[in-house]
């Protein structure tokens, strides 16, 4: 069983940053595709950011250019930096662990709240 613990949210203006963390319990971290996705209220929860163990990354198109996703296998972590900020990107952040045949994990989530 993997546990997924997201921090790092919290409330920002409008062009300010804040970098998101997601730390995995267990083993088998740095064979797992981690993403970030995110739901507003009243919408689906969509894709933000994809990195493969090979740290291959992927990106919604709202977000290009201004978020970028890493992670640290030896910290069991995946990252969101997230810069030049905008209400709309005013959502839960969740955090995704793809582990193959072992399953795909889910956090709790995190609120990030950007002020116009």
């Known amino acids: 069983q993997v546990q997924l613990v997201e921090s790092g949210g919290g409330l920002v203006q409008a062009g300010g940053s804040l970098r998101l963390s997601c730390t995995a319990s267990g083993r088998f971290f740095s064979i797992a595709s981690m993403g970030w996705y995110r739901q507003a209220p009243g919408n689906q929860r969509d894709l933000v950011a994809t990195?493969?163990?090979?740290?291959?990354?992927n990106y919604a198109d709202s977000v290009k250019g201004r978020f970028t996703i890493s992670r640290d296998n030896a910290k069991n972590t995946v990252y969101l930096q997230m810069n030049s900020l905008k209400p709309e990107d005013t959502a839960v952040y969740y955090c995704?662990?793809?582990?193959?045949?072992?399953?795909?994990?889910w956090g709790q989530g995190t609120q990030v709240t950007v002020s116009s």
């Open positions: 990195i493969t163990s090979g740290g291959i990354t």
């Open positions: 995704r662990g793809n582990y193959g045949p072992r399953g795909v994990y």
